[in-house]
């Protein structure tokens, strides 16, 4: 009991230490700059919709209006639609999220809660993530139904989650990605449970040995394992089938997953925003990865020619399908912008050298989620991925959100060295980063007051 209450007490210490500093930060960003790039577009429709002006649109918006729906229940009653109570919506659900990535490391390790605590605060502050929780966008509400859809559904509570995934597709329409995914698990995890009775066994996930000889079960007896479903499988199906099926509906009639502005958001193959993300994941998980370095070393000395072909087919799709989009070239207000011109435009060979770091990288994200015991969440978490990021011609590091907090949580077993560099590495980059952000101005010719360099 005793040991409960102290975990309660240092989460809560931790979350006021969070509420109060980042308060701070957020008054400090809300009086530097009053639109902060894409709020040009959020901002006049969160205020209408904060207003219950329901029939106002931005062809420039290429998203369902979650964000300002959710400005307008927080908000509208009492008539809160300054600049000041739009950007806070993201604040608040920067602090619940901190709380939810508590509760999905508990429930996805083993690790003693002081550094579940720890974990989840090093999540909160991602210098990337945590910038855009001081700002009008829809990044951290649709993280926020992300993580309540997976620890719904991780709850069995099924009903609930497909109505969250519902929420998260009207915050992102690639969120359906994820509520597919949520949903391929649940059936998988049913076919698991429905095989191990028949042949007595008692794993609570399939292991990639097991993986085989179920799918050849599942084609030999499929009807039989339909017959042996229980119908509360197929309510709880039907909820996550009939989201992915009104998806659908959507997209055919729409003629694209893109709302308002679709020239600018066309669908491609982008194979390369894998390798992007990969490095994304290096960059702000490092400690993580560097003690990896010497067990990459030996896989690829162990196989020779099967990391040999990988690193050939990587070069291939760098040099065929590295594509740019001109938002990257144009807007020096990102850091993606001076990350491109000063090293991947710049030096054409750079691309080609890095790539190992790519191939390290995805060596480690495998080996961290892949769970001998039960392979279910690796077998769905990297075809989602791949879907949800390669269909992006853009390069945007809030792409990355999502996939980075479901490795991270994933992650077992992270030492105490590893959370306590993390912790620094994320504090000393959000401190620079704000510093830039409050110092160093841009002046665009189309804009009457100075822009800001954000990520």
């Known amino acids: 009991m005793f040991r ?49 002006e329901f029939d106002k649109w931005h062809p420039k918006v290429t998203t369902f209006p979650g964000l300002y729906l959710l400005s307008s229940l927080l908000f509208g009653a009492f008539d809160l639609c300054s ?13 619940v999220n901190l709380v939810l990535f508590y509760w999905l490391l508990s429930v996805n390790n083993e690790s003693p809660p002081w550094q579940n605590i720890i974990s989840s605060l090093n999540l909160a502050l991602l210098p990337p993530l945590y910038f855009f929780s001081h700002v009008y966008y829809t990044d ?65 996930g399939v292991s990639a040995k097991e993986l085989g000889d179920l799918l050849k079960t599942v084609k030999r ?5 339909t017959q042996q479903t229980k119908l509360s499988f197929w309510l709880n199906a039907s909820c996550y089938a009939s989201l992915l099926i009104f998806f659908m509906l959507f997209v055919y009639f729409n003629g694209s997953i893109v709302v308002g502005d679709k020239s600018a958001h066309e669908a491609t193959i982008h194979l390369p925003q894998l390798f992007y993300f990969s ?18 070393l030996k896989f690829v000395t162990k196989y020779k020619i099967f990391s040999l072909s990988v690193l050939v087919l990587s070069l291939v799709i760098v040099y065929c399908n590295t594509l740019v989009h001109p938002y990257m070239l144009a807007d020096n207000r990102h850091y993606v912008f001076y990350i491109w011109n000063r090293f991947y435009g710049k030096y054409p060979l750079f691309r080609y050298f890095i790539v190992p ?35 992006q011609k853009l390069l945007e590091f809030r792409y990355f959100f999502i996939p980075f907090v479901l490795f991270r ?38 804009y009457d007051y100075p822009q800001r360099l954000i990520w």
């Open 357 to 391: 770091f790519y191939l390290f990288a995805w060596f480690v994200i495998v080996k961290k989620l892949l769970d001998r015991k039960d392979v279910t969440f690796l077998l769905f978490f990297i075809p989602c991925t791949t879907v949800v990021l390669i269909v």
């Open 221 to 225: 007896d499929l009807w039989s394992i």
């Open 409 to 446: 949580v994933k992650v077992k077993h992270v030492s105490v060295h590893s959370l306590f560099y993390e912790f620094i590495t994320h504090c000393v980059l959000n401190v620079c980063t704000l510093y830039l952000f409050f110092t160093r101005t841009i002046e665009w010719q189309d």
């Open 279 to 296: 490095l994304f994941c290096l960059f702000f998980a490092w400690p993580l990865f560097v003690p990896e370095v010497f067990n990459f």
């Open 83 to 95: 600049t000041y109570w739009l950007r806070l919506t993201s604040l608040i659900f920067s602090v």
């Open 140 to 204: 951290v509400p649709s993280l926020t139904m992300i993580l309540i859809l997976f620890l719904l559904s991780q709850r069995g509570n099924h009903y609930l989650a497909s109505i969250f995934g519902l929420l998260a597709v009207l915050f992102r329409q690639t969120n359906i990605i994820w509520v597919g995914m949520v949903f391929a698990c649940y059936v998988l995890q049913e076919i698991i449970i429905i095989h191990q009775k028949k042949t007595k066994t008692s794993n609570k």
């Open 4 to 52: 409960i209450k102290l975990t309660t007490v240092t989460l809560v210490i931790v979350l006021i230490i969070f509420v109060l500093i980042s308060k701070a930060v957020f008054d400090k960003v809300h009086l530097t700059l009053h639109i902060v790039v894409d709020e040009e577009f959020h901002l006049p429709l969160g205020r209408a919709y904060c207003k219950f």
